[in-house]
């Protein structure tokens, strides 16, 4: 039999940080809620959670790489809703900001947790946000634990690419 890693949702000792995008706030503040909730019913205070807004989706990378390089944070969750218009905009976010959270992920050796909902229209984006669809923002949260959890159990990364104690 294999010898198996898997992590458990619970509160890491150290802390966690939340880039929420302000663009499409009435959906945005949803996830927000769903994680800020989750993580608080796994026994994460307040205190422990630090809350960054940025103006639309593609400032979350950035803001994501400032936070994680501060090595103060033990997850990075990132938060927003990008909404198809009639250009093709919204592809070139999506596909922008997906590969530089998942490059940001690999070089810190951090969960950085992709919560950008992608929807066709804004009703599904609120399906998304805490309606019959669930709330990534709550996934994007257990996620951030059980990846935490995970990381621990396997061990350190290599140099470079330490997590925050």
């Known amino acids: 039999m294999p ?17 929420v995008s302000r663009y499409n706030q009435a959906v945005t503040s949803r996830l927000l809620s769903g994680a800020l ?15 960054a807004w940025v103006p639309g989706a593609f400032e979350l990378p950035l803001a994501a790489s400032r ?31 997906s590969l530089e959270l998942a490059r940001l992920a690999a070089a810190t050796g951090l969960p ?4 950008l909902l992608t929807c066709e229209s804004l009703e599904q984006a ?24 995970l990381l621990e159990k396997l061990g350190p990364a290599p140099h470079g690419n330490q997590p925050a104690p």
Do not use: W
């Not at 010898?3 to 880039?19: N, S, T, W, Y």
């Not at 950085?112 to 919560?115: A, D």
């Not at 669809?133 to 959890?149: P, V």
């Open 3 to 19: 010898h198996e890693f898997r992590g458990e949702q619970r509160a890491p000792a150290g802390k966690l940080a939340i880039v």
């Open 37 to 51: 909730e989750t993580l608080a019913a796994h026994g994460v205070p307040d205190q422990a959670v630090d809350v």
């Open 67 to 97: 936070m994680a390089h501060t090595r103060r944070y033990q997850a990075i969750i990132c938060l927003g809703a990008v909404v198809r218009g009639e250009t093709t905009h919204d592809q070139h976010i999506n596909r922008a900001v």
């Open 112 to 115: 950085v947790l992709f919560g």
């Open 126 to 149: 609120f399906q998304r946000a805490g309606g019959s669809a669930g709330n990534k923002g709550s996934e994007c949260a257990l996620a951030a634990l059980e990846m935490i959890s």
